[in-house]
C-alpha cells in the first residue's frame, strides 16, 4: 500500500497499530470466502486486510480523496477480490454535502468533525448498488460512516432482509450520530429489528450475530 506517514491514522497502518481490536473481532467472525459489505473503504487498508483473510469485499467510499488513494491501493494488489464502488451509501440514491474532514478517516455526512470544507458527493441505496453488481446475498457487514449508519442501513434493508448477513460490525458513536438526527437508541432498535443480536452493547463498534435457526 502507498501510505502517507504523515497522517496519523495511516501511519498506525503502516506499523500494524490500526484498529486492532476490530481485527480481533474480525477474525472470530468471518469465514473464507465471505461475502463482505464495508462502508468507509477509506483509502483500502481494511478491505485488503478482510480480502487477505480469504473475503470477497465490495468496499464503498465517499470521499472523493479517499475513493483515488484506495483505487492506487486496490490496484497495487490485483490478487486480492475487493471492488471499490467510489459512492457513500445512504437511505436514497442522490447527491449529498459531505464534510471533509483533515483527518482522511473522519469525514462524514453528519458532523464537522476537524473539518474545514464540505463537498458535493454521490450517494447510493446499498441494496440497488448490490443488485447492479449481481450480489444477491452478504455474509458481513463493516460500516464506518461516522453518524451515518442508520442511513446506510436502510438503504440495505431489501438485501438484509432477504437473507440476514450472519454478522455485522456498527460503528456507534452517538456525537456522530447524533449530527445525523438519531441516537444510540435508534440504532440499537434498528438492527435489533433485522434479527441482529448485539453481543456488546456498551462498545463503540457494535458486534451483530445473526441468532442460529
Not at 504523515?6 to 473481532?25: H, I, S
Not at 463537498?119 to 440497488?128: F, K, M, P, R, W
Not at 448477513?165 to 447524533?178: G, H, N, V
Amino acid at each position: 500500500m502507498q501510505l502517507d506517514t504523515a497522517e496519523p491514522f495511516q501511519r498506525l497502518m503502516a506499523f500494524g497499530a490500526y484498529q486492532p481490536d476490530l481485527f480481533r473481532v474480525l477474525r472470530g467472525l468471518i469465514r473464507k470466502e465471505d461475502r463482505v459489505l464495508m462502508a468507509g473503504a477509506n483509502i483500502g487498508y481494511v478491505p485488503l486486510a478482510l480480502a487477505s483473510l480469504g473475503c470477497r469485499v465490495v468496499g464503498f467510499e465517499a470521499d472523493p480523496r479517499n475513493v483515488e488513494a484506495c483505487r492506487r491501493n486496490l490496484a497495487l494488489n490485483p490478487q486480492f477480490d475487493v471492488h471499490l464502488v467510489g459512492e457513500g451509501l445512504s437511505d436514497k440514491a442522490g447527491i449529498l454535502k459531505f464534510w471533509q474532514s483533515e483527518t482522511d478517516s473522519q469525514s462524514s455526512f453528519a458532523v464537522h468533525h476537524q473539518s474545514a470544507k464540505q463537498a458535493q458527493v454521490a450517494v447510493t441505496a446499498g441494496s440497488e448498488a448490490l443488485q447492479e453488481l449481481g450480489i444477491k446475498q452478504l455474509d458481513g457487514i463493516v460500516l464506518d460512516v461516522e453518524g451515518w449508519e442508520c442511513h446506510a442501513l436502510e438503504g440495505l434493508r431489501q438485501t438484509i432482509e432477504g437473507n440476514l448477513p450472519r454478522w455485522a460490525i456498527i460503528e456507534c458513536a452517538p456525537w456522530a450520530l447524533e449530527g445525523a438526527g438519531k441516537t444510540s437508541t435508534d440504532l440499537h432498535k434498528l438492527l435489533e429489528s433485522f434479527g441482529w443480536r448485539i453481543t456488546n452493547p456498551g462498545q463503540e463498534d457494535l458486534v451483530c450475530i445473526r441468532e442460529p435457526k
